[in-house]
């Protein structure tokens, strides 16, 4: 007999001056909404399922408005618990930014446990003069806990189009041994943990070089288009690799980190 599954959809605007335009939740995703600074209205999402696995279904969909500004982050590490067999979790989140509006998308890690099955699709529409910035890390088992993914499916599908035209596309797939695959000297080397960072706004190419300082040796940052950056980084585990990525939030964002991140 299939167990109950959780649902849950959150769908948030902002307008100009670090107002709420439009706020749909339901189901097992909820919004807080933290003092905002400087013109740009902070979102803090939580699951209140506590975490999600196989069979489970989310959708989001955060809007910044033409000339508004909106931040997005969690409450805490989301987590991908061990799912039963033929059964996904599915995760849909979907990013606008108006013309001359901005929009980060900085959500805590996803800790990825043995087992877990997910998809997750992230599409994000920018209109010209945007700005986009978005991280998405991802731990495979808590290496002070002694956990190791020896089995799992994870999907991360990413679209990026700006005013119509595709600009950015990449899948990333795991199946099987996880473990085993991060062992690859391609793939991870050895590392427990990784993170995809975008970063769309004009002039954009004048941080390549400052990102690549910041990310160290075991990231690697291009320009895949015009005004549009993109990379990824691998490292030991989630406390190594949060030491890598809010130098590098705080220089792109021009802002303090979210306050529900913390080392």
Known sequence: MRQPRARGVLRLSAKPGARIADLHQSGSLKALFPASRHGILNAVFLNTAGGMTGGDRYAIQAEALEGAGLCVTSQAAERLYRAQPDEIGQMEVSLRVGAGGRLDW???????????????????????????????PLVFGRVAMGEVVREGRLTDIWRLRRGGKLLFADNISFAGDVQAVLQRPAVGAGAGALASLLFSAPGAETLLAPL?????????????????????????DGFELRKRLIPAITRLSGQDIPKTWTL
């Open 106 to 136: 900085l959500p805590q890690e996803t800790i990825f446990f043995d087992a877990a099955s997910v998809r997750r699709r992230f599409d994000v529409t920018l209109d010209p003069g945007a700005r986009f910035l978005a991280v998405e």
């Open 212 to 236: 690549r300082d910041l990310l160290g040796p075991t990231g690697g940052v291009s320009l895949v288009a015009p005004d549009l950056l993109f990379a990824r980084i691998t490292a030991e």
